[in-house]
């Protein structure tokens, strides 16, 4: 073991292509995050609405048709691990030659090996994203403590994007660990002191909060969701309270440039919610690995 972690500390190049492959296979893990915990989740609601039910009508069992399994959703077992994955079209197992990160999908020519429906290229692209940002993580900042904490990062981030975007939800159950991991990461000063990530922490969520409460308001509509509350809280932690001002501009910015542009291209309706999440998630990485130089560029050429 000591001999595998000199190696791989005095061989940079070698430590980037090792975590290249292993992104790879947390990229294929993590398509099957982005499609079963939204679902996992509308389960848990389903089964916690009927508890509320049964409690607030002092009910033993609640008629058949409220009882009944929904249509839509998949019965239990249904978690990250069970049941075994398969093609939703003719419901083929997937082998586990079948899914190897990118090859199977070129070897498969992007179709099931039974019924020969298409696959989405979608499952491949992510796992490449995946394997090429944790490859630049480990080239950063090399065989150290920090490349560890910035992949859980990283990859907590590529899930909450994709989740988000899908379906307009911010799991509790990532980004709540992801803050709670900032902070600790920073007791000891990793990425900024720990004064500053519980600050970061508590300025990101209320900063958020006000703006929703102020739009509402005035409105009397709701213009985020509060997963974008802790997902903010959650970026803060990690990069203490300084990094708001710059993540909260660069998410705005992409966020108004592509909304803008759905509705002029597209014709998107504007009365369509648009998930902030992808876009809090992608300026927060960008301004974890470039927030410094981007102040330092606008501080020099700006002011």
Not at 83 to 100: F, K
Request: aromatic share 14%; glycine share 6%; net charge neutral.
């Amino acid at each position: 073991m000591q001999n595998l972690t000199t190696y791989l500390s005095s061989n940079p190049d070698f430590f980037v292509g090792v975590v290249f492959l292993f992104g790879l296979m947390f990229g294929s893990f993590f398509n099957v995050v982005i499609y079963r915990m939204p679902v996992m989740m509308k389960l848990e609601w389903l089964n916690n609405a009927r508890d509320f039910l049964k409690e607030l009508l002092h009910l033993e069992k609640l008629p058949a048709e409220i009882e009944a399994h929904p249509k839509d959703l998949p019965k239990p077992p249904f978690n990250l691990v069970k049941p075994d994955s398969t093609c939703p079209t003719c419901g083929h197992a997937i082998r586990w030659h079948e899914n190897i990160p990118l090859l199977s999908y070129a070897l498969l020519k992007g179709k099931c090996s039974q019924c020969k429906t298409r696959i989405s290229p979608r499952y491949p692209i992510i796992e490449f994203i995946t394997a090429a940002l944790s490859a630049f993580v480990a080239w950063h900042f090399g065989f150290s403590w920090e490349t560890a904490a910035a992949l859980v990062f990283t990859w907590c981030l590529i899930c909450l994007t994709m989740i988000d975007f899908d379906h307009k939800l911010l799991p509790d159950q990532i980004t709540l660990p992801l803050m709670w991991l900032g902070i600790v990461v920073n007791m000891n000063g990793m990425f900024v002191s720990l004064q500053e990530a519980v600050i970061g922490a508590m300025v990101g969520y209320l900063s958020l909060w006000s703006i929703y409460w102020l739009f509402k308001l005035l409105t009397g509509k709701e213009g985020m969701g509060y997963g974008d509350f802790k997902l903010l809280a959650a970026l803060c932690a990690w990069m203490g309270w300084q990094a708001l001002p710059l993540i909260v501009l660069l998410s705005s910015l992409v966020g108004s440039v592509v909304g803008i542009s759905l509705i002029i291209i597209k014709g998107r309706d504007r009365n369509i919610p648009i998930p902030f999440g992808p876009y809090l998630a992608a300026a927060g990485w960008i301004a974890f690995f470039w927030g410094d130089a981007i102040v330092r560029y606008y501080q020099h050429n700006f002011t």
